[in-house]
T-cell receptor, first 113, second 116 residues
Framework: GAGVSQSPSNKVTEKGKDVELRCDPISGHTALYWYRQSLGQGLEFLIYFQGNSAPDKSGLPSDRFSAERTGGSVSTLTIQRTQQEDSAVYLC???????????FGDGTRLSIL | AQSVTQLDSQVPVFEEAPVELRCNYSSSVSVYLFWYVQYPNQGLQLLLKYLSGSTLVKGINGFEAEFNKSQTSFHLRKPSVHISDTAEYFCAVSDLRGGATNKLIFGTGTLLAVQP
């Protein structure tokens, strides 16, 4: 079956612009996670969605970052007023439930000029 | 807070030689442990997981890992590596405390470089 799908695969934008990154989880997976992978910080947790529960936003680095998950499926990560330090690979993962292995997409490589 | 240590940033090894990639985690509370592999320009692929039961866990591509609670370690091993095993390997932990989101805490990764 289809895996986790992320789009776009690459995004180049100017500093100060807003960007939206999309994640389509595996069908039937109730848990969805966003992570960021950068040279300086490694792999960091950003946000977690589980069913209809309130998301865990504890990993978001600033209020410029937000995410939503519509209908318990597709998720969008939005970064407003991008800064150069936002340049990273943004990875989405989904799992069938809490505690179960997470399956990752190929990521979106974001470059801020 | 939970943390994961991968002491070796890079491990060079010759083809068909055995390899061990080390991983230690900080907490003594119940945890789930994972190893993921990342090939260039790709996402993370699950190699193996420890949730409970036998401390020796077998994964894909001939890899295995052993959970050692007293040493808080989860080292990854393969008896004979191939050129195609060249990739970045990440150890990760999620804790099982009530209310935890089971988010993954990752180590900094180990680049396995297999040479002919």
């Amino acid at each position: 079956g289809a895996g986790v799908s992320q789009s776009p695969s690459n995004k180049v934008t100017e500093k100060g612009k807003d960007v939206e990154l999309r994640c389509d989880p595996i069908s039937g997976h109730t848990a969805l996670y966003w992570y960021r992978q950068s040279l300086g910080q490694g792999l960091e947790f950003l946000i977690y969605f589980q069913g209809n529960s309130a998301p865990d936003k504890s990993g978001l680095p600033s209020d410029r970052f937000s995410a939503e998950r519509t209908g318990g499926s597709v998720s969008t990560l939005t970064i407003q007023r991008t800064q150069q330090e936002d340049s990273a690979v943004y990875l989405c993962a989904s799992s069938i439930g809490v505690g179960q292995p997470q399956h990752f997409g190929d990521g979106t490589r974001l470059s801020i000029l | 807070a939970q943390s994961v240590t991968q002491l070796d940033s890079q491990v060079p090894v010759f083809e068909e030689a055995p390899v061990e990639l080390r991983c230690n985690y900080s907490s003594s509370v119940s945890v789930y442990l994972f190893w993921y592999v990342q090939y260039p320009n790709q996402g993370l692929q699950l190699l193996l997981k420890y949730l409970s039961g036998s401390t020796l866990v077998k994964g894909i591509n001939g890899f295995e890992a052993e959970f050692n609670k007293s040493q808080t370690s989860f080292h990854l091993r393969k008896p004979s590596v191939h050129i195609s095993d060249t990739a970045e390997y990440f150890c990760a932990v999620s804790d099982l405390r009530g209310g935890a989101t089971n988010k993954l805490i990752f180590g900094t990764g180990t680049l396995l470089a297999v040479q002919p």
